[in-house]
Structures are given as C-alpha cells and as structure tokens.
C-alpha cells in the first residue's frame, strides 16, 4: 500500500512558504503522494436559509490545487500530485482538460485528478453553477475531459457541455487517472462506472464499507479486472495510534493507498509539529526515505 500526506492548509492559515517545505519533506522522507483539498471560495454559514453543512467557512484558507500542483511539478521529482477533490462541476471543463494536461507534463506524469461534486450550494452558485444538476454535468465532464485528452479533433453535444471540431494541443502523454471522492449511491455508482480510483474519508469502518460498494459497482458494469486504486484519508483520526491503526486497517481491506491528515491533532499553525508528525507515522507505516 501506497502511503501519502494530506496538505493541511486550513491550519497553516494560508502559508504560502509551507507549501515547497511540506513538499519536499513528504517526498524526501518517502511517501508516495501529496493530496491538496480544494475550495475556490470560503463561506460564512450564519443566518441561511439552507444551511450548510460542511466543516469549513470564509475563515478557512485554501490555495488552488491545480495552481499549488504546476509550482509543484518544478521542485519535486518523485511524488503524486493528488487533488482530493477537485470540485469538477464549479469549473469549465475545456480549461481543467488544459491545465490538468499541463501539469501532468511537466511533472512528467505524477498527477491524479480527484474529482467530486462538493457540498457548499453558496459556493457554487457564486461561480455561476446550478448546485441540483452538479451529479449529471460531472458525468459530461469526466467523458468531455478524456476526449480531449486524447489529442483527437473532438466534438461533444451534452446536455452541459458542448463543444465542435476543438482540439487540446499538446495533449497530455497518457490519459490522466480520475479518482472521484463521495460518499452518495450516485457518487458510488460513478465511481465504479466511469472512475480509475475512488477517495474515501471518515470513520475507517465506514470507509470499508464504501470501498466494497465501489467494487460492487465496478463488478456491474464489468470492470472489476481493471486496474482501480483506493484511497482512504484519516480526516477524522485525531491521534497517531489511531492513525497507525485505520491504515492498517485499509491496508487489510485491500486499499492500495491511503492518505495521513494531521489536521484535527492540536499541532494549528506550527509547521514543525505537523512535520515531525509525519515523520513518526513514516517510521510506524514502515515508509523508506527515498
């Protein structure tokens, strides 16, 4: 199993200098993986009519993945370079193709696009998205992202996207894996049907239990022999023995990933803390410094 770091940048309170020296301590202690979370927008939750039920608000910063990724792609070498997730549907799809195709060359093929839907309906709305058709346009997107990341003249009629005679020059040198995050019967069965790896959270018992309905999924549509990875992120370990203890865990339930926040620990802005954190994990995961 391939271990990674979460990027814990609600704590680092928008750090910019902590981003190269995360980055190279991650891989130069030998994980395998970097996964950057992803909000264009933060949001004050008080007095909705619709309240929102995501843990984080306009207090929370949060750097662009895809841009924190090119920065990325010039001071690592070894390293995946994980959005976890992407929240696909707020973003045109032509423009994710061009600079996901981008940053997968120049890091010389390391980026994995975790895509998901969401949750922040204010969010969404403010970059210009109907939040209730989000499930169907990612759907669009994910077939949309592919063809144009084959180099082919490419013309698409969605109901969402619409596209005639365009091409994505250069394309990328392979077709970039999706993983897609999410946790509802829809999200599931796309994932099975359409992804190349799923991205779990929560309680490990939980995540067990989605990982299996994923596999479930992707036994329907005839897919279970493809190559398919899982990830499950430790959001809600708030210690190193159960850290340890639910990697090993999805270790045993056939994870070939899995994702170490240390958000939720008491270590707040101190970068060292953090860092010395995924040092222990390291040594207690068995992970080799490259």
């Known amino acids: 199993m391939k271990v990674g770091i979460v990027y814990p940048q609600p704590e680092i309170k928008g750090d910019i200098g902590a981003i190269s020296k995360i980055a190279r301590a991650v891989e130069a202690r030998g994980f395998d993986h970097l996964l950057v979370y992803d909000h264009v927008l933060g949001v004050d939750h008080a007095d909705r009519d619709r309240e929102l039920q995501g843990p984080y608000t306009d207090r929370d910063p949060f750097t662009d993945p895809l841009t924190m990724f090119a920065y990325l792609a ?57 939040f209730a058709t989000r499930g169907i346009r990612c759907t669009e997107q994910i077939e949309l992202l592919r063809k144009l990341w084959s180099g082919e003249l490419v013309s698409f009629d969605g109901r969402f996207e619409q596209a005639e005679r365009v091409r994505l020059n250069p394309p990328p040198s392979r077709q970039i894996p999706i993983w897609i995050g999410g946790f509802a019967a829809p999200a599931i069965e796309r994932t099975g049907r359409l ?12 995540g067990i239990q989605a990982k299996a309905s994923v596999d479930e999924s992707r036994a329907k549509h005839g897919r279970a022999e493809q190559e398919f990875g899982h990830t499950f992120v430790t959001l809600v370990s708030t210690n190193e023995d159960d850290v340890v203890a639910s990697a090993e865990k999805w270790r045993a339930a056939g994870g070939t ?34």
Do not use: K, Y
Request: aromatic share 4%; glycine share 14%.
């Open 74 to 130: 010039g001071i690592t070498e070894r390293i995946q370079l994980m959005s976890g997730v992407l929240i696909l549907p707020q973003r045109q799809t032509p423009l994710v193709a061009r600079q996901a195709a981008d940053i997968d060359l120049l890091s010389d093929g390391r980026l994995v696009l975790g895509i998901g839907l969401g949750w922040n309906h204010v969010e969404c709305q403010a970059l210009g998205v109907d």
């Open 257 to 290: 990933h899995v994702s170490i926040s240390t958000m939720g620990m008491g270590f707040g802005t101190s970068l060292e803390a953090h860092l010395d954190f995924i040092g222990r994990v390291a040594d207690r995961l068995g992970v080799s410094r490259s």
């Open 195 to 206: 992804a190349d790896g799923f991205i779990a959270a929560g309680p490990i018992e939980f």
